[in-house]
Antibody
Framework: EVQLLESGGGLVQPGGSLRLSCAAS????????ISWVRQAPGKGLEWVSK????????FYGDSAKGRFTISRDNVKNTVYLQMRSLRVEDTAIYYC???????????WGQGTMVTVSS | DIQMTQSPSTLSASVGDRVTITCRTS??????LAWYQQKPGQAPNLLIY???TLQSGVPSRFSGSGSVTEFTLTISNLQPDDFATYYCQLYDSPYTFGQGTKLEI
């Protein structure tokens, strides 16, 4: 069974940094494109970033450009999201998800909560 | 950027009903649209991809149609488990999600 497990969320002050991890099991990890999607409390879904299987290509949504960096370690079967210069509006549940056939996100983790507050 | 408009934002229905949710885009996106269901406290669940392909394990009462700029998700014979929030997603840059439709009893 394919599973994704996020970790690294928590409370951080505005302007601070946090690194999220997404650990995968049950799949051929190095061939999988992985995305991060977030959801602010009571709000809709927002795509944040994605990374190719080999890690050579990364893409970002407007809210993440210049502040977030996605990376992966295919030995550890883990994708990371390094978040810097965090803002109150970055407060959200952050999900990682696996891409299906370049067409959708078919397996999701349970999410990790990030709270940016003073 | 491509704009997504999902409607309605809220939909009231009863068990056994047939309902339709629409997603419109500001530019042609071919068939690169996916639909998800999300229940409170849970991660989203993929229902449909490439506009009309049913994801494995999803009941056949869910169906998707459309192309270019207008897409629909139809749920036939609504079941109690179907009352949730539904999102469309453009599966091409910038991978935008629709605003969501809350399906209520």
């Amino acid at each position: 069974e394919v599973q994704l497990l996020e970790s690294g969320g928590g409370l951080v002050q505005p302007g601070g940094s946090l690194r999220l991890s997404c650990a995968a099991s049950g799949l051929s990890f190095s061939s999988q494109v992985i995305s991060w999607v977030r959801q602010a409390p009571g709000k809709g879904l927002e795509w944040v970033s994605k990374i190719s299987g080999g890690g050579g290509s990364a893409f970002y949504g407007d809210s993440a450009k210049g502040r977030f960096t996605i990376s992966r370690d295919n030995v550890k079967n883990t994708v990371y999201l390094q978040m810097r210069s965090l803002r109150v509006e970055d407060t959200a549940i952050y999900y990682c998800a696996k891409e299906l056939a370049d067409a959708a996100l078919d397996v999701w983790g349970q999410g990790t909560m990030v709270t940016v507050s003073s | 950027d491509i704009q997504m408009t999902q409607s309605p934002s809220t939909l009231s229905a009863s068990v056994g009903d047939r309902v339709t949710i629409t997603c419109r885009t500001s530019q042609s996106i071919g068939i690169w649209l996916a639909w998800y269901q999300q229940k409170p406290g849970q991660a989203p669940n993929l229902l449909i991809y490439k506009a009309s392909t049913l994801q494995s394990g999803v009941p056949s009462r869910f169906s998707g149609s459309g192309s270019v700029t207008e897409f629909t998700l139809t749920i036939s014979n609504l079941q109690p488990d179907d009352f949730a929030t539904y999102y469309c997603q453009l599966y091409d840059s910038p991978y935008t999600f629709g605003q969501g439709t809350k399906l209520e009893i």
